[in-house]
């Protein structure tokens, strides 16, 4: 099976968020509803809040007068990870869905929910590593302003109460040759997609260069589909 | 490492988990919309035969234009009378001036805000019908207002505006201004020309200018303010980037990709570079920014200058090879001859006596002196040629055609002479940057290996009371070094705003006076303005929310001048802190609720902006309320200014761009702008490169056309002359001091020699506002898919500062102005010693205060700049 993936080039990601409004207002979601979010030093916003974004590691050392950061030696360091459903090639929700409403579409093995056939029991909530999932209960806040027009992109699947929602690559949006809304909106051209193994892809070389790249969690056997390149 | 942690942040945020569900929400008629067997609003599920992908949709061209200068242009979607959504469009077809790159859509642009749109324009904060005071609520309350009608709200305005105006004169309306959108129908631009047209009072708003102060002195005053710079795709052509003093990776997001090119190696190859370029930030806070760089230095607050002038020394006393001879002689004023008695230029007819002898007197490379004569240009040259000029010329006397003689020297030598001071020792006792540092910065600014390079400067340094001197001797270090007007080098903002557009004249009224905002108070309390009588007593504040972006908000606006008005009006498209403060509130159509054009980004196109939807509720554009009130305000005698008004949207439009060329000269009409959309307007002399500033080493603004960084024009000298006249004189000293680069410690912040002993006790820490991604200065501040992550407002400070102050805590800073109740972030962010609450909240989103209390109205004279940073707080844990 042909499988897309996504790559974030970290020396241009300037976390700022584009990817996840755009997902956002792609998909309507709603209040406190983010399929993918971005994370500083992906530790250090472990915390609850803003209160952690943009959180450098290391120390603001101006004593003696040197240079804070050089080529050689940095004292600060920020760098952010975009994390949304990592697509894994082995996806433990597939697995754990016992009623077969999450697979992984053939075409291009992004995985899907069925909402005609999930019930929003929440197993595969529980099954995925990277707490990529969301259940929808029907209690969910939508602004008022996108009340009584709907907003977002055409061909998203309406949203239906007990169900479990997350990002799909915009599989709506792949289906009609477009790129994911996040890679769409991203100002410093630093996500991209494409067919992992397809030389002729854009990312092929990005991931067979120099670079020095990243997935998260690679112990989980997950084999997920969302590379950082360093 | 907590990766566990990191990943238990999932798709649905904690909040949300605790968050108890807010009774029904209300689904207005809206097709396929329905409710489900519980009665349970459903969202947007639609019957089968419905789906959302078939419903019909219509598709118009956006003009963003906030003020964040990248002025993109979007597909704004519209599905029944509703704008849904907002994405990216192309920007420019012309494939000129994007670099050897030449990527599809290298200008194409969005950001998180011009991603959420829709929710600016349907918020509940957005103001949809006029609104009135109510007689028993005081100004400043939030619910004080009811709605009424617009003939009421023109009737009540225009009865009052009358009122004042007979009693006291056209003088006693002002208007204040902002810069709430770049366009012609919405935003400022209808309210100047109202002004005008009633020849009534503005209040200028003395923002970001003393940057444009230092680098106009420089490379002269013929532009719009903030632009003195190479197109921003020239980028990968820089071998080194310097970005000082600005967050370019935060809030000029589109920007940011230009300069990511250039620090990429396969995008360099493309354009025939070989290797990456270095980027260098200088700025006391860690920003995104100072994170991407090679090289980061943290000076002290306020003290750039130092480290410029101690750059000038080093290549001017020690690595002397580093001088770019050929462009300081032939291109800027380095070998003309100053006068030691009148510290002016020495010109031909000094020493000729002939008043037709034009010419300036510098020194030639035998040591002699030669007159320029103008070029075919009109540029003064020599004959001869000055390549490895080293003569410097220090105080040679010479004989005048009266009989006297005075000792001159080239400007050269007067720079030379006037930084030897600034010594790596005293350097880092003022900024705080060693030895080993700066010898590494000057040779990464001018070493030959690592030109050509690119400053990207931005407001930080700006907002200290000296920030003007740091742009003139920033100008002056790229003349030095010769990283001007060449692919690759510049200095300066790229913000060729306004360049198409053409002045609409009036039928009446004149030109309007110009109060600086900094005065004001001084005027309100006085009634006087420069000696004549100004009894400010009725105030339109529109385009842009004043009473959060101006100093001192509190003592200065709030309680200083505000009770002294009689009457006050804002247009506005939110509820924002200006708007409270009114006693009608007139509600403006947003961005893409009427036609406009923009000209004024950082890019080189005219945008269209086609009107999407009608406005919400009762709004109209900008321009409309002006017609509105012209139309009124001539039913009450004789002002007859609604003939300037006599123009639908569209008309004025038109008019506007009248005689606007595009880059290949070519006009650029109305019609040509609906049709194309965009439109390249910067002409580019290499033609198929970005546009050069300064290509031809002509900076015709100067008298002498030549860069000055021995400041000539005495009106550029002082800002206050150039842009408004304070009415006050400066003396001879205060003049020459302004003719060069010079250290004057900041006015609050300086906590470094000669700091004020008692300030810094009683207030121990800086205070800056810095800009952030989630608002444009305050717009957007109640966008609540941003409010989610953004979060309440915060102050930042360092560990070493904040004793038993943890983050989360509640802390009040204050000094004497005023305060914020806030909660605390400590964070390596910041640099010790200073702290910074992110600019832009509205008071209402404060527990107590606001950000904008605790800046001041001081200034330097010269300047005339709002010094936001230039201030000092206490911060202490709040019990609340
Ligand atoms: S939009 Fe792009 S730059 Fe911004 S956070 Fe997302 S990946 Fe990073
Ligand atoms: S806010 Fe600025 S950067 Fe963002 S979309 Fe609008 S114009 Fe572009």
Same mark, same amino acid.
């Given at each position: 099976m042909p499988q897309l993936v996504m790559v974030i080039d970290q020396k241009r990601c300037?976390?700022?968020h584009s990817c996840s409004i755009a997902c956002k207002l792609e998909n309507n979601l709603?209040?406190?509803?983010?399929y993918t979010r971005v994370y500083t030093?992906?530790?250090?916003?472990?915390?609850?809040?803003?209160?952690?974004?943009d959180e450098p590691e290391g120390s603001h050392v101006i004593s003696g007068g040197?240079?804070?950061?050089t080529p050689d030696r940095r004292s600060l360091m920020l760098k952010y990870y975009t994390k949304g459903?990592?697509?894994?090639?082995?996806?433990?929700c597939v697995d754990a869905c016992p009623y077969e409403a999450t697979y992984k579409r053939e075409k291009d093995g992004v995985v899907i929910v069925d909402y005609d056939k999930?019930?929003?029991?929440g197993q595969c909530v529980t099954a995925c590593p990277y707490n990529a999932r969301v259940s929808v209960t029907g209690d969910e806040e939508y602004y008022k302003g996108a009340q009584d027009t709907p907003v977002g992109g055409?061909?998203?699947?309406p949203h239906k109460k007990n169900t479990v929602e997350k990002c799909t690559f915009c599989s709506h949006r792949l289906d009609a040759g477009l790129k994911p809304a996040c890679i769409e909106a991203c100002p410093a051209r630093a996500r991209f997609i494409g067919e992992?193994?397809?030389?002729?892809?854009?990312i092929y070389p990005m991931l067979n260069g120099a670079r020095e790249k990243e997935c998260l969690l690679p112990e989980k056997n997950t084999e997920p589909s969302v590379y950082f390149l360093k | 490492m907590n990766i566990k942690k990191f990943l238990e942040?999932?798709?649905?945020?904690r909040r949300n988990l605790l968050k108890?569900?807010?009774g029904g929400i209300a689904v207005a008629a809206f097709p396929g919309c329905s409710k489900d067997d519980d009665g349970d609003a459903l969202?947007?599920?639609?019957a089968d035969s419905n789906p959302p992908s078939v419903l019909p949709e219509k598709t118009f061209k956006g003009a963003c234009r906030?003020?964040?200068?990248?002025?993109c242009m979007l597909d704004v979607t519209v599905r029944g009378d509703k704008v849904v959504r907002t994405k990216r469009a192309r920007l420019?077809?012309?494939?000129?001036? %994007?670099?050897? %790159?030449? &990527?599809?859509?290298?200008?194409d642009r969005i950001c998180l805000r011009g991603l959420s749109h829709v929710q600016r324009m349907y918020?509940?904060?957005?103001?949809y019908y006029p609104l009135k005071r109510m007689d028993d609520r005081e100004r400043g309350?939030?619910?004080?207002f009811k709605r009424i009608s617009w003939q009421e709200a023109m009737n009540t305005i225009s009865g009052k505006f009358h009122e004042i105006i007979s009693a006291y004169?056209?003088?006693?309306v002002a208007f204040i201004t902002g810069s709430?959108?770049?366009g012609e129908t919405t935003g400022v631009g209808p309210y100047g020309r109202l002004a005008s047209s009633l020849n009534a009072s503005s209040i200028a708003s003395?923002?970001?200018m003393a940057l444009t102060l230092g680098l106009h002195r420089v490379f002269?005053?013929?532009?719009?303010?903030?632009?003195?710079?190479? &197109?921003?795709?020239?980028?990968?052509?820089?071998?080194t980037i310097f970005v000082w003093g600005s967050n370019i990776s935060e809030t000029q997001v589109q920007s940011w990709h230009f300069l990511a090119d250039a620090l990429d190696e396969d995008k360099r190859r493309k354009i025939g570079k070989t290797g990456r370029a270095t980027m260098v930030a200088i700025d006391p806070m860690f920003t995104v920014a100072a994170s991407k760089a090679d090289y980061y230095v943290s000076p002290?607050?306020?003290?750039?200058t130092v480290i410029v002038l101690a750059m000038l020394r080093e290549i001017m006393?020690?690595?002397?090879?580093?001088?770019?001879w050929e462009y300081l002689f *032939?291109?800027?004023?380095?070998?003309f001859l100053i006068r030691e008695d009148t510290k002016d230029f020495l010109k031909q007819s000094d020493i000729t006596?002939?008043?037709? #002898?034009n010419g300036y007197v510098g020194l030639t490379i035998d040591g002699s002196f030669s007159y320029t004569s103008p070029n075919e240009k009109g540029k003064p040259v020599f004959s001869g040629t000055y390549s490895d000029? #080293?003569?410097?010329?220090?105080n040679i006397s010479v004989s005048l055609a009266n009989g006297g003689a005075v000792n001159v020297s080239t400007a050269y030598a007067l720079l030379k002479n006037h930084v030897a001071e600034w010594t790596y020792d005293k350097c880092m006792e003022y900024a705080n940057v060693n030895e080993e540092t700066l010898k590494k910065l000057t040779e990464l600014f001018a070493a030959p290996e690592n030109k050509p390079v690119t400053v990207y400067p931005g407001f930080g340094t700006d907002h200290y009371s000296n920030g003007h001197h740091f742009a003139h001797a920033l100008a002056t270090l790229s003349c030095i070094t010769g990283n001007?007007?060449?692919?690759g080098a510049s200095c300066g903002?790229?913000?060729?705003?306004?360049?198409?557009? *053409?002045?609409?004249?009036?039928a009446s009224g004149g030109a309007s006076s110009n109060i600086p905002y900094l005065q004001w108070r001084d005027v309100m309390d006085t009634g006087k303005f420069r000696g004549e009588?100004?009894?400010?007593k009725g105030l339109w504040m529109a385009g842009g929310n004043q009473i959060s972006n101006m100093?001192?908000?509190?003592?200065?606006?709030?309680?200083?001048i505000i009770p002294k008005l009689d009457f006050i009006v804002c247009s506005e498209v939110v509820m924002t802190d200006s708007a409270r403060y009114a006693d009608i509130i007139l509600p403006a159509a947003y961005w893409f609720e009427a036609p406009d054009i923009v000209?004024?980004? *950082?890019?080189p196109f005219a945008v269209i902006n086609e009107k999407a939807v009608e406005p919400v509720g009762g709004a109209v554009s900008d321009w409309k309320i002006t017609q509105l009130f012209a139309q009124a305000m001539d039913k009450n005698g004789?002002?007859?200014?609604?003939r300037d008004f006599a123009y639908t949207e569209e008309e004025y439009l038109a008019e506007r761009l009248k005689g606007s060329v595009d880059y290949k000269g070519d006009p650029i009409t109305y019609e040509r702008l609906k049709e194309e959309k965009s439109i390249r307007y910067l002409s580019n002399?290499?033609?198929?490169?970005p546009f050069i500033f300064g290509e031809d080493g002509i900076?015709?603004?100067n008298a002498t056309m030549r860069a000055e960084f021995y400041a000539n024009n005495m009106n550029l000298m002082m800002l206050t002359l150039y842009?408004?006249?304070?009415g006050r004189d400066f003396t001879e000293e205060e003049r020459a001091f302004e003719r060069l680069p010079s250290w004057e410690k900041p006015i609050e912040a300086w906590d470094g020699p000669g700091k004020d002993d008692a300030l810094t006790a009683k207030y121990p820490l800086a205070y800056q506002q810095e800009h952030t991604r989630?608002?444009?200065?305050?717009?957007?501040?109640?966008v609540e898919w941003l409010m989610e992550l953004a979060g309440e407002p915060f102050v930042m400070i360092n560990p070493q500062d904040a004793g038993d102050i943890k983050t989360g805590d509640m802390v009040k800073v204050y000094n004497d102005r005023g305060y914020a109740l806030v909660k605390a972030r400590v964070t390596e962010k910041m640099r010790p010693g200073q702290v910074s609450i992110p600019k832009?909240?509205?008071?209402?989103?404060?527990?107590?205060?606001?950000?904008?209390? %605790?800046?001041?109205?001081?200034?330097?004279p010269a300047a005339?700049?709002?010094?936001?940073?230039?201030a000092r707080v206490k911060i202490e844990k709040a019990d609340i």
């Open positions: 300037i976390g700022c709603p209040k406190d509803m983010f030093n992906r530790v250090a916003y472990a915390g609850e809040n803003e209160l952690g974004m040197g240079f804070v950061n459903c990592q697509q894994c090639a082995k996806p433990l999930c019930i929003g029991c055409q061909g998203i699947p992992e193994d397809n030389p002729s892809n854009e | 942040r999932g798709a649905l945020s108890s569900f807010g969202i947007f599920e639609t906030p003020n964040c200068w990248n002025s420019g077809t012309d494939e000129t001036g %994007l670099n050897g %790159l030449n &990527e599809e859509g290298y200008y918020s509940p904060d957005r103001v309350d939030l619910n004080g004169g056209s003088r006693a709430q959108a770049y003395n923002v970001d002269g005053p013929d532009r719009f303010p903030f632009f003195d710079s190479n &197109e921003l795709s020239d980028m990968p052509n820089a071998q002290r607050p306020g003290s750039d006393h020690v690595r002397r090879e580093w001088t770019d *032939n291109d800027t004023v380095a070998p006596g002939s008043d037709s #002898d000029y #080293d003569q410097e010329g220090d001007v007007g060449k692919p903002l790229f913000i060729p705003f306004g360049f198409v557009l *053409n002045t609409v004249p009036l009588d100004y009894p400010i100093g001192d908000q509190k003592q200065n606006f709030i309680d200083g000209a004024k980004a *950082n890019h004789a002002y007859n200014i609604y002399l290499a033609k198929n490169g900076y015709k603004g842009y408004m006249n304070l989630w608002r444009v200065h305050s717009q957007w501040f109640h832009g909240y509205q008071r209402s989103q404060f527990k107590g205060g606001g950000y904008q209390e %605790l800046t001041t109205v001081k200034y330097h005339v700049n709002q010094a936001f940073y230039d």
